[in-house]
């Protein structure tokens, strides 16, 4: 009887693509029972969505009585279509990406800017001379395209070098061999992954593992062409419904609390993660929630999640004027509508406040995570 | 097979021993791969990363691959026989009317042209509503399984000669009589063919879909989380692919003992459609 069952399941599936099935947003917690929120990640689970797994695991989603559903994305799964097509109710995404999917016509705004930091370097050989944009002239410049490389391409053209002409473009895969190899004078690296990965591999002419010595950095941040990354995303036609804005409310009340108990407790969010089933090692976790953690805390303005005009502007004047290789830029024109709102989270901070939470984290200090082989 | 096993493991260290471990550059392009450590692990350490825990105190490599292994097999033979039955149904369906071949043919081919990529996602969406996640990744295996099923059945279905149906015809014997007695017992020897690489498609299918939707427990997934280990631990990726390689080999395997059964009845065939 599998046979039928298998075929009877194929043709209910595809009868059913076509309808899109938009449920209106019942008030949360208005009846008692929780209501079933789903929010898609970027990525597999990791410590660059620890807030949320401990959010989960911790029940403030459920004192919001929402019960929260964490979708791990994948290779082809891209957050805001996802959320834009009504599969999700909110997204975890990059703001330049979702400003580009917005301007195709997703109807999604920014609601919670959790990560206030760029997290992109460019990592190069300490011994090669490279120590700012201006000294990748006439080098090996790996990038990982799809719209990951405009930080280093808005940085490059700021330091007055010409991408297309004044340095070799080479694609670069998601891990850091070809910078080991020195096929490429300098590589694409976030300061919570693939950075870590090299403090992770052996040195073979010492035997031991490479150190922070062994490379040189360019943190965008300090070239002024970082871009804003990690944000909730929310539908925006739903939020003209009070229940919706409501509920977001509570959502990113719950998402606050969450990082700052990550904030507070790293190894204890580490070890949530590594429960969660990620195949990477738990030092590497650690040094994950802690430059997470660096990129969030201390939080400007009013508190975790606020969204700060000058870093939206330059995220946004970057996304229209730099070009990559193939001469595109992220964006043609200025967002339109409701690309971004404080609204719901400056409620939420104030209602994360008024519970004992400290939303700024002024008193932050990132620890010193020492990374094992491998990073297991 | 296992002297092509043994071939495919001198190859690789014979390369390992004699490659440039820069690699081999003609005119800029590189035409040779490197043959370092840390883009061709030596098999034996490959193999011995196998027998290590997957992470400090952790399950060896070798049982996490394996569970795997065993994971994406269940999601490839639901998609192999939900696809493989979609096809017979098809090609019946297409040998039956002209019109429907006529009509259905193009667009079965065009089916296979869609990249799946573009496909993955959409059918991804369907997990947890409609379908539990692995079953999504079921109906990708199934969406390229059912294509060889569909086109080689309906050539074997179309295959006995007009005397053979006129002889049919003759008994008086109807549409599904002469399906069964005449065309379905000459058309398997074109269904074997098919159904192996129908096998084939569904593995492929079964390992992409996982690898595009981030599908959890299969060893599409496995490969795509180790090979971010890359970096620091080369011979671990090389694990998952060998899990993949051997998925492969049990899947094409196990389509062959299907024929078993079957192939018996071929010596009344030919009697048949003589």
């Not at chain 1, 200025?334 to 984290?361: C, H, M, R």
């Amino acid at each position: 009887m599998k046979f039928s069952r298998i075929l009877l399941a194929s043709v209910l599936a595809l009868g059913a693509c076509g309808t899109a099935d938009t449920p209106t947003t019942p008030a949360p917690g208005a009846s008692g029972a929780l209501t079933p929120i789903k929010l898609q990640l970027q990525w597999f689970f990791q410590a660059q969505f620890a807030g949320y797994i401990a959010a989960v695991d911790q029940g403030f989603y459920q004192q919001q009585g929402l019960d929260v559903e964490l979708l791990e994305g994948g290779v082809d799964i891209v957050p805001q279509t996802v959320l834009a097509t009504g599969k999700a109710d909110y997204a975890v995404a990059w703001v330049p990406k979702a400003l580009a999917s917005r301007e195709q016509g997703a109807g999604i705004t920014d609601v919670g800017q959790i990560f206030a930091r760029s997290g992109t370097y460019q990592v190069a050989w300490k011994d090669s001379g490279i120590g700012s944009a201006a000294d990748l002239k006439g080098k090996k410049v790996g990038n990982w395209g799809f719209g990951n490389e405009f930080e280093l391409f808005a940085g490059m053209t700021k330091a007055g070098l010409d991408p297309s002409k004044d340095v070799t473009l080479v694609q670069q895969q998601f891990d850091m061999q070809a910078l080991l190899k020195k096929e490429i004078d300098a590589a694409q690296a976030m300061s919570y992954n693939e950075y870590a990965q090299l403090l992770e591999a052996k040195n073979p002419a010492t035997g031991q593992l490479y150190t922070a010595d062994d490379f040189a950095i360019i943190d965008w941040k300090t070239e002024g062409s970082s871009m804003l990354q990690d944000a909730v995303w929310a539908n925006t036609e739903k939020l003209s419904d009070p229940n919706y804005q409501a509920q977001t409310v509570k959502f990113l009340t719950a998402t606050i609390q969450g990082w700052a108990f990550c904030r507070d407790n790293a190894e204890k969010c580490r070890d949530l993660v590594v429960a969660k089933g990620s195949k990477l090692g738990k030092s590497h976790q650690l040094w994950q929630m802690n430059e997470t953690n660096k990129l969030i805390w201390p939080a400007p303005g009013a508190g975790i999640g606020t969204i700060d005009d000058a870093a939206w502007k330059q995220t946004v004047d970057i996304s229209m004027t730099t070009k990559n290789q193939t001469g595109d830029t992220v964006l043609t024109k200025t967002p339109e509508g409701l690309a971004f709102t404080n609204d719901y989270i400056s409620q939420a901070i104030e209602q994360a406040k008024a519970a004992g939470v400290d939303v700024t984290g002024s008193a932050f200090q990132p620890a010193t995570v020492t990374l094992t082989e491998g990073g297991a | 097979m296992i002297a092509g096993l043994v071939a495919a493991a001198l190859v690789w260290e014979g390369y390992k021993a004699v490659g440039d471990p820069e690699g081999t550059v003609l005119f800029g392009v590189r035409v040779l791969p490197r043959a370092d450590d840390l883009s061709m692990p030596h098999l034996w350490t490959v193999l011995q990363r196998l027998a290590d825990p997957e992470m400090t105190g952790g399950r060896p490599v070798w049982l996490v691959v394996a569970e795997a292994c065993l994971f994406t097999l269940g999601i490839t033979a639901a998609g192999f026989l939900a696809g493989a039955l979609i096809g017979l149904l098809l090609a019946a369906m297409m040998q039956r009317f002209q019109i429907i071949e006529r009509g259905l043919l193009p667009y079965v081919i065009l089916s296979q042209t869609v990249p799946l990529v573009a496909l993955a996602p959409l059918i991804a969406g369907w997990g947890g509503t409609l379908m539990p996640a692995w079953a999504t990744v079921s109906v990708i295996a199934a969406y390229l399984a059912f294509f060889p099923v569909a086109v080689g059945m309906l050539r074997g279905l179309q295959s006995p000669s007009a005397a053979g149906a006129e002889l049919m015809r003759s008994y008086a014997a109807g549409w599904w009589r002469t399906l069964v007695k005449l065309r379905f017992p000459a058309a398997l020897p074109y269904l074997f063919p098919a159904l192996r690489l129908a096998g084939a498609a569904a593995v492929v299918g079964a390992v992409v879909g996982e690898i595009s939707t981030g599908t959890r427990g299969g060893i599409g997934r496995l490969i795509i989380e180790y090979s971010r280990e890359a970096t620091s631990d080369p011979a671990k990726v090389y694990t998952a692919m060998l899990g993949a390689a051997v998925l492969g080999l049990l899947v094409a395997g196990l389509v062959a003992l299907l024929e078993l059964p079957l192939m018996r009845h071929r010596r009344h065939v030919e009697v048949v459609t003589l």
